[in-house]
């Protein structure tokens, strides 16, 4: 069954430093998605993506985040210069065109020390 | 806009027993509803989803919901629970176009006790 990779699963990164984190949606889908759970808080939409663009955005991404698909096949969420508030689990998610569920992937947990 | 609540943060429930998560929306425009579920340290795993047609829905591992418009509702149920359903259920709506994103409800802790 096709699912969505996220890579790395836990990453651990200093205050100020940019992150990059890494998911591979599944293949036919167009819509792409990061979203962020802070610890034992609700999933929290940041940002979405149609077309090689940004279709719709939270408040909660500012400047310091960005969104690219680089090769096709990568969607990738970098954060410039991380700060402790951004400690969180970040969940990629795709979809098709045609069907209306989101597919989330595992998460990668980011610990900003 | 649209947001979600779920009243109930915890439920603790017995081993074998029966259970409701309560799920209740607002939105302007007409909604699809979901289910997913959350188990520890894991991502988020769609249980069911409401997109038209029949009022209940069945989703995975016995669980099924039922949309009530008037109500704007979407309560998720299972008749007899087991210690492996311990999770947080989250409830989600996205408006009815493609590509728009889901708003999430704050999520409810299923403990199920021996």
């Known amino acids: 069954e096709p699912e969505v990779t996220q890579t790395p699963s836990h990453q651990v990164t200093q205050m100020g430093q940019e992150v990059i984190l890494r998911c591979v949606p599944i293949s036919n889908h167009l819509y792409f998605y990061w979203y962020r759970q802070i610890l034992g808080q609700k999933v929290e939409f940041l940002v979405s993506f149609y077309n090689n663009e940004i279709s719709e955005k939270s408040e909660i991404f500012d400047d310091q985040f960005s969104v690219e698909r680089p090769d096709g096949s990568n969607f990738t969420l970098k954060i410039r210069s991380t700060k402790l508030e951004d400690s969180a689990m970040y969940f990629c998610?795709?979809?098709?065109?045609?069907?209306?569920?989101?597919?989330f992937g595992q998460g990668t947990r980011l610990t900003v020390v | 806009a649209q947001s979600v609540t779920q009243l109930d943060s915890q439920v603790p429930v017995f081993e074998e027993a029966p259970v409701e998560l309560r799920c209740n929306y607002s939105s302007s425009v007409s909604v699809y509803l979901f289910w997913y579920v959350q188990y520890p340290n894991q991502g988020l795993q769609l249980l069911l989803k409401y997109l038209s047609g029949s009022t209940l829905v069945k989703g995975i591992n016995g669980f099924e919901a039922e949309f009530n418009k008037s109500q704007t509702s979407f309560h998720l149920r299972k008749p007899s629970v087991h210690i492996s359903d311990t999770a947080e259920y989250f409830c989600a709506v996205t408006p009815g176009n493609y590509g728009q994103n889901f708003v999430f409800g704050p999520g409810t802790r299923l403990s199920v006790l021996p």
């Open positions: 998610a795709s979809r098709t065109g045609r069907s209306t569920e989101a597919f």
